[in-house]
C-alpha cells in the first residue's frame, strides 16, 4: 500500500513540478531576451517574418510561397495591386496560370 502512494504522489508531483519549471524558464528567457522576444508570436500564424533593422518590407510571392523583400523582389502590377516574386520564373508562371 505504501508503494502505490508513492506511486500516485509521484503522478502528480513531477507533471506539476515540470509546469512550474516549464513557467518560470519561458519567464527567464523572456526577461533575458528583452521585451521582443515574443514579436514572432503577437504576429500570429502566417504573418510574414519580420524584416531586419533598416530592411525593406517583406511580401509573399503568390507562386512559391517564399518572403522577399521589396529591395531584391521582382514586381508586377496585377489591377490595381502590385504583386512581388522571389525570381522572374515564378513571374513567368504567375503570368501563364493568371
Not at 3 to 9: A, G, N, P, R
Not at 11 to 30: D, E, N, Q, T, Y
Not at 61 to 80: F, H, K, L, Q
Request: net charge positive; hydrophobic share 45%; proline share 6%.
Amino acid at each position: 500500500m505504501r508503494y502505490i502512494l508513492f506511486f500516485l504522489l509521484f503522478l502528480i508531483l513531477v507533471p506539476m513540478l515540470r509546469g512550474v519549471l516549464g513557467v518560470l524558464a519561458k519567464l527567464l528567457m523572456s526577461w533575458a531576451m528583452g521585451s521582443n522576444s515574443n514579436a514572432a508570436a503577437k504576429r500570429g500564424p502566417g504573418a510574414p517574418p519580420a524584416p531586419a533593422g533598416g530592411a525593406t518590407a517583406l511580401h509573399k510571392d503568390p507562386v512559391c510561397g517564399v518572403y522577399v523583400s521589396e529591395a531584391t523582389a521582382v514586381s508586377c502590377r496585377d489591377g490595381n495591386q502590385t504583386l512581388w516574386f522571389c525570381s522572374t520564373a515564378c513571374l513567368d508562371k504567375y503570368r501563364k496560370g493568371a
